[in-house]
C-alpha cells in the first residue's frame, strides 16, 4: 500500500521507515510512540490507492 507523507508530500510504501530515514525519527522513539498509541501517525499520512 502506497501513503503520502502530509508534513513533506512524498510518497512512500513503509511509514516506520519514512519517518527514519526523511524525518530522522530514532528507531527508540518511533516504537514507544506506537505503543503507547498504535495509531498515533495516522493523521500524518494518507492512504493511496
Not at 6 to 29: A, G, N, P, Q, Y
Request: net charge positive; with cysteine; aromatic share 8%.
Amino acid at each position: 500500500m502506497k501513503y503520502m507523507c502530509r508534513t513533506c508530500k512524498k510518497k512512500c510504501d513503509d511509514i516506520l521507515e519514512h519517518l527514519m530515514t526523511v524525518h530522522k525519527f530514532s528507531k527508540t522513539i518511533v516504537e514507544s510512540q506506537l505503543k503507547a498509541n498504535p495509531n498515533s501517525y495516522e493523521n500524518s499520512f494518507e492512504k493511496l490507492e
